[in-house]
Nanobody, 125 residues
Framework: QVQLVESGGGLVQAGGSLRLSCAASGRTASTYAMGWFRQAPGKEREFVARISASNGFTYYADSVKGRFTISRDNAKNTVYLQMNSLKPEDTAVYYC??????????????????WGQGTQVTVSS
């Protein structure tokens, strides 16, 4: 079992920055690929970014490429999402996810192994 706890959300003005953290617990947490998803009111949950378990491969949604950076510290079992140049359309609940399959961490995928409870990010214009 892997438990995921997100933190770092909040209210920020457009153009500002936030860093989200996702602390993973469980003996095998560092062996999982990790990802960030988000869900805005009235919209479906969408993929934001993912990072592989050990070799640092990353992939981003086009909407955040160049503005967001995903990273992980396996010694701390923590994944980060650095969000810069935030826009009002980035407003959403952000969820951390973990899966044994790197490629499964994408929009529309079913059966993702673990989810966090989410953290709210609000960007004011």
């Amino acid at each position: 079992q892997v438990q995921l706890v997100e933190s770092g959300g909040g209210l920020v003005q457009a153009g500002g920055s936030l860093r989200l953290s996702c602390a993973a617990s469980g003996r095998t947490a560092s062996t999982y690929a990790m990802g960030w998803f988000r869900q805005a009111p009235g919209k479906e949950r969408e993929f934001v970014a993912r990072i592989s378990a050990s070799n640092g491969f990353t992939y981003y949604a086009d909407s955040v490429k160049g503005r967001f950076t995903i990273s992980r510290d396996n010694a701390k079992n923590t994944v980060y999402l650095q969000m810069n140049s935030l826009k009002p359309e980035d407003t959403a609940v952000y969820y951390c996810a973990a899966d044994a399959s790197y490629s499964r961490l994408r929009s529309g995928a079913s059966g993702i192994d673990y989810w966090g409870q989410g953290t709210q990010v609000t960007v004011s214009s």
